[in-house]
């Protein structure tokens, strides 16, 4: 009696355990993987969107820096004018001084006006002098005032430029933030995608082993038929010119150590990234655009010497096996690098 009560107690309590370790949670189905694959296809829309408007904030930024670099290079220009004409000034003044020493004028002069007792020459001769001093002053004046004008404007401009500088930088932190996300999001669709593909395939293998189950038990017989089909697909990539790819690559080579970075040029010695390889591809010192007009440019698989290698924010001329020769930064100028990860090449 005491062992049947025993036995009962333990059958019990494994009862008990069997119900307290069975998991509570269902596999979700297809239809609720497929409203979990829409969310996230919408988050990836919205995340998509704020990406494309702040590429465009990128792109118009570019152009002020541009544009600002242009600015501060004229400011520069404007001051070195500004000060050949002070050291003119300086020559004309000590060529004034030395004619008035040698000439006799000045004390000595006024001493044979005052002895000669003409008051009119007396008169004539202070108002010259008076009037040369004057028009010193005036001059000294016009340059002092000019000089700091154009100093005035090159401060402005240089404060405007790191402005400039620490908004894409920032863009190019929420870029790279909100890329990692997409990243993410893109990630999480196509687990998304699996698991709905995998649910499909456990649906039809269901709904097929119902269907063979009926058959057999309706005719007793044992039939199995799967058919699989494939395709393919194809693309072409714009034409290459080796010819025309070396030339750009030569081009390239050319200004390895020999050019500065300066934002907005294009001209020889100072280039910004754009900026060079406008030059590469055209031999020209004119601008083709920015980074972001090279993104419109045909993508090509299968890169080759010549092409362009771009992103939002950088871009230069692929040299083969994985390099890349381009204006980097500031104090860099132009070198031979690797091609940076998230580059895209395109063929003009």
């Not at 000019?146 to 240089?158: D, H, P, R």
């Not at 091609?339 to 063929?347: E, H, K, L, P």
Request: aromatic share 6%; charged share 20%; with cysteine.
């Amino acid at each position: 009696m005491k062992l049947k009560k025993v036995h009962s107690a333990l059958i019990a309590a494994a009862l008990t355990c069997s119900l307290a370790v069975t998991p509570a949670f269902a596999e979700p189905t297809q239809d609720e993987l497929q409203d979990q694959k829409e969310a996230v296809q919408s988050e990836l829309g919205n995340l998509q969107a704020e990406l494309n408007a702040l590429i465009q904030k990128t792109s118009e930024l570019e152009n002020e820096l541009i544009s600002t670099g242009q600015e501060i290079m004229q400011a520069e220009e404007d001051l070195a004018a500004a000060e050949e004409k002070k050291q003119e000034q300086y020559e004309a003044m000590k060529l004034r001084i030395k004619f008035m020493y040698e000439s006799g004028s000045g004390t000595a002069t006024m001493e044979k006006v005052v002895s000669s007792g003409s008051i009119s020459d007396m008169l004539t001769q202070a108002e010259y002098s008076q009037k040369v001093h004057e028009y010193d002053r005036t001059q000294l004046q016009e340059y002092a005032n000019t000089v700091t004008e154009i100093e005035n404007l090159q401060a402005t401009l240089e404060q405007e430029m790191a402005s400039l500088q620490a908004t894409e930088a920032e863009y190019q932190d929420q870029q790279a933030t909100l890329n990692e996300t997409i990243a993410s999001k893109q990630d999480e669709i196509s687990n998304l995608d699996e698991m709905i593909q995998e649910a499909a395939r456990k649906a039809e293998e269901e709904r097929r082993a119902a269907e063979e189950a009926a058959w057999q038990a309706a005719n007793n017989n044992n039939n199995n038929n799967t058919v699989n089909t494939g395709g393919g697909s194809g693309g072409t990539t714009p034409p290459y010119n080796a010819v025309t790819g070396n030339a750009v690559v030569d081009r390239a080579y050319s200004y390895i150590g020999k050019a500065e970075y300066v934002w907005g040029a294009c001209s020889p010695g100072a280039f910004d990234c754009s900026g060079f390889v406008a030059y590469c591809l055209t031999g020209n010192y004119s601008r083709l655009g920015s980074t972001i007009t090279f993104l419109g440019w045909p993508r090509v698989s299968d890169p080759q010497p010549g092409d362009v290698c771009v992103n939002y924010s950088h871009c230069g001329i692929y040299i083969g096996n994985g390099q890349m020769i381009h204006c980097a930064t500031e104090g860099a100028g132009v070198i031979i690098g690797p091609v940076q990860a998230g580059m895209v090449y395109v063929r003009c």
